[in-house]
């Protein structure tokens, strides 16, 4: 069965340092699609940024890249220049794949973690 | 364009009341989710529709709960009767596929939550 970890409850990062969140992941497919969302103190969830597992390239959006190691299982979330915006839980997602070869729609999510980002 | 709509943002009830919860998906999505989000038990998946149609339940704690879509634009779950472990804040996500089983990029879109606290 596909499992996320997500192993720091929580962290801190000084404002304009880069901070890597660790998320690594368990699954038997060749073809899944890892995700990292953001929830900030309001509740709401924020999609961030995605990558396929047979993406050649890391993926990128604005401040936010993904350190994806496939060898290794992780796929670790990388916010560079920290803002006091930043802080926020985050959450990474994997979404199952089916055996046949094509994708359900579910997404399974880590126990998140928690960043704080000093002025 | 507006997101998933969530109604109520808040519902305070009394163990053994019913709770019902409504969700307004993103219009033209094709799939809909409830999640539910504890301290304890992190973001569960408790259902999901395609096309109206439920395709897994077997996130649905117990017979308590159900979930209905009767059509594109709405969905509501219901919990009768409530118990104070039932206390958690529940999403509605929505997400578009187009019918492409092999598609693993579409995220899902969270609507603001409803914190349900039964007592």
């Known amino acids: 069965a596909q499992k996320i970890t997500q192993t720091q409850p929580g962290m801190f990062v000084q404002e304009k340092e880069a901070v890597t969140l660790d998320c690594t992941y368990d699954?038997?497919?060749?073809?899944?699609?890892l995700f990292w969302y953001k929830q900030p103190s309001s509740g709401e969830m924020i999609f961030l940024i995605y990558?396929?597992?047979?993406?050649?390239q890391n993926a990128t959006e604005g401040r936010y890249s993904l350190n994806f190691q496939k060898a290794r299982k992780s796929a670790n979330l990388v916010i560079s220049a920290s803002q006091l915006g930043d802080s926020a839980m985050y959450f990474c997602?994997?979404?199952?794949?089916?055996?046949?070869?094509?994708?359900?729609?579910?997404?399974?999510f880590g126990t998140g973690t928690l960043l704080a980002v000093q002025p | 364009d507006a997101g998933v709509i969530q109604s109520p943002r808040h519902e305070v009830t009394e163990m053994g009341q019913e709770v019902t919860l409504r969700c307004k998906p993103i219009?033209?999505?094709?799939?809909l989710f409830w999640y539910r989000q504890t301290m304890m038990r992190g973001l569960e998946l408790l259902i999901y529709?395609?096309?109206?149609?439920?395709?897994?339940d077997s996130g649905m704690p117990e017979d308590r709960f159900s979930a209905k879509m009767p059509n594109a634009s709405f969905s509501t779950l219901k919990i009768q009767p409530s118990e104070p472990r039932d206390s958690a804040v529940y999403f509605c996500?929505?997400?578009?596929?187009?019918?492409?089983?092999?598609?693993?990029?579409?995220?899902?879109?969270f609507g603001n939550g409803t914190r349900l606290t039964v007592t």
């Open positions: 996500a929505s997400s578009l596929r187009k019918g492409r089983t092999r598609d693993m990029n579409s995220p899902l879109h």
């Open positions: 699954t038997s497919d060749p073809s899944y699609g």
């Open positions: 990558q396929g597992s047979y993406d050649q």
């Open positions: 997602a994997m979404r199952e794949a089916l055996r046949r070869g094509g994708a359900t729609n579910k997404l399974i």
């Open positions: 219009s033209g999505h094709d799939y």
């Open positions: 529709f395609n096309n109206n149609v439920p395709i897994d």
